[in-house]
């Protein structure tokens, strides 16, 4: 069993920068893909970010450029450093980890709301 612990959401500005950052507890010595998804209302849940084990990581073309994912496998926590956002960056982002096994975990989100 995995437990994640998401943290780092709140409301910014439209330009401004935020970080999340997901912590996992519990059986994960075998993570491999780490993620960041976010589910704005009325929308289906996207994929923001992912990170491999080994370093690869995969962007929504969205958020190219503005976003970046980081690991540190030694914590088994992944951050979202978010820049220059948004307002449609508004969401509820959610932290995802995928074993090597298949199995699937998902944080209990968080909201970020850019606004003015």
């Known amino acids: 069993q995995v437990q994640l612990v998401e943290s780092g959401g709140g409301l910014v500005q439209p330009g401004g920068s935020l970080r999340l950052s997901c912590a996992a507890s519990?059986?994960?010595?075998?993570?491999?893909?780490m993620g960041w998804y976010r589910q704005a209302p009325g929308k289906q849940r996207e994929l923001v970010a992912a990170?491999?084990?080994?370093?690869?990581?995969n962007y929504a073309d969205s958020v190219k450029g503005r976003f970046t994912i980081s690991s540190d496998n030694a914590k088994n926590t992944w951050d979202l450093q978010m820049n220059s956002l948004k307002s449609e960056d508004t969401a509820v982002y959610y932290c995802k980890a995928v074993l090597r096994n298949g199995w699937t975990y998902w944080g209990q989100g968080t909201q970020v709301t850019v606004s003015s």
């Open positions: 519990g059986t994960v010595y075998n993570l491999n893909v």
């Open positions: 990170i491999t084990r080994g370093g690869i990581t």
